[in-house]
């Protein structure tokens, strides 16, 4: 009777984004190709506790799926794992989910779990690690908010579909000379709204890091219009915070989880709209910047990311976590990767480019302009 070959696990935790299909494309292959048997956890962490819900992978399974957004496994951000409420407030998951979770993975021979997913998800990755289990880690956001790696996979997709949104709100601002506030994610860390406002043509951007208040932001429109412009497209994160300190929230659904933000584009809109009597219109971008097909970049990323996983767990090297460090794929501890957050750096190359194009970080006023309060 043939030796049974070892396992491989994997699972996409957190929010949805492009790329993590080709991840488990990787995953599955390169481990196909060193003698592995891949099955894929359904639903997140949920899927490693009772009731076990898990499926084969193998490269007839992945084969088509690199081009497809989402996660052929699906996900979770919420449910019996959690241990990320907020910022810096980590949490202990119960000792019998893990102990569940390891005395799963013993019974399904599996050697070596790949837990993709962000800040929240490689937390929990983390303590199955310290509980015993064989773990590697791949990072997983499109807010780039991993301190880690130079990019997350995700990003980029996200980044895309937000300069698109630009490039047509740019075309109907013009034509009705209207003020157009686009609102995009990033909780702590603005770095899409940086990339696709630089990249889209944006005129205003509003980040987290950089403290703002609505006299700059009506400025920045009152020169555009001294100088004939009679539109301008604001981009603002939903993290960030209005003049004061407050983050508009958009709901709380009860659960033990992060508050959910968002609507703070609303408000910039009005705002501006009750100051200079000019027509405003938000959009908000919400989850289309989660869908669809991932980028060139990232599928060429995340494919990187799932052969390194696979290495890690051939060379025994478990609580790691994968990492970009161009032009390098490398590894770090999960600990220090979920540490701390990558932020935008206000003193940035690209901060900077943008400062020098004359685009407005709502935190100091163009040289003509005024605003009445």
Known sequence: MPARRPRI??????????????VIRAVVKSGHRLGYETVGFLRGYEGLVDPVAWTPLDPTVVAN???LGGTIIGSSNSGRFTALVGENDRVAIDPKLLTAAATTLEQLRICGLVCVGGDGSLSI????HEHGMPVVGVPKTIDN????????????????????????????????????????????AGWIALHAGIAGGGDVILLPEIDWDFD????????????????TLVVVAEGARLPGGASVHAGDDGKRRQVRLGGVGEVVAGEI??????????????????????????RVLA???????????????????????????????IAAAVSRLSLVDVGSSAVLA??????????????TGACAG
């Open 354 to 367: 943008a400062r020098s194009l004359g685009i407005s970080f709502g935190d100091d006023p163009p040289a």
């Open 125 to 128: 990755a983390q303590q199955c």
């Open 9 to 22: 696990g994997i699972l996409t935790g957190g929010g949805d984004c492009p790329g993590l299909n080709a």
């Open 145 to 188: 908010d991993l301190g880690a790696t130079a990019f997350t996979f995700g990003f980029d997709s996200a980044v895309a579909t937000a300069t698109d949104a630009l490039d047509r709100l740019h075309t109907t601002a013009a034509s009705h000379e209207r003020v157009m506030v686009l609102e995009v994610m990033g909780r702590h």
């Open 273 to 298: 709209a009750r100051r200079l009597g000019r027509e405003v219109r938000a959009v908000v971008l919400g989850h289309l910047q989660r869908g669809g097909a991932p980028t060139t970049f990232d």
């Open 65 to 67: 799926i690199l081009t």
């Open 303 to 333: 494919t990187q990311f799932g052969a390194h996983a696979v290495r890690l767990i051939h060379e025994g090297r478990f609580g790691e976590m994968v990492c970009y460090r161009p032009p390098d794929i490398a590894s770090v501890p």
């Open 216 to 231: 700059h932001v009506c400025r920045a429109v009152t020169a555009r219009e001294a100088e004939g412009k009679r539109y």
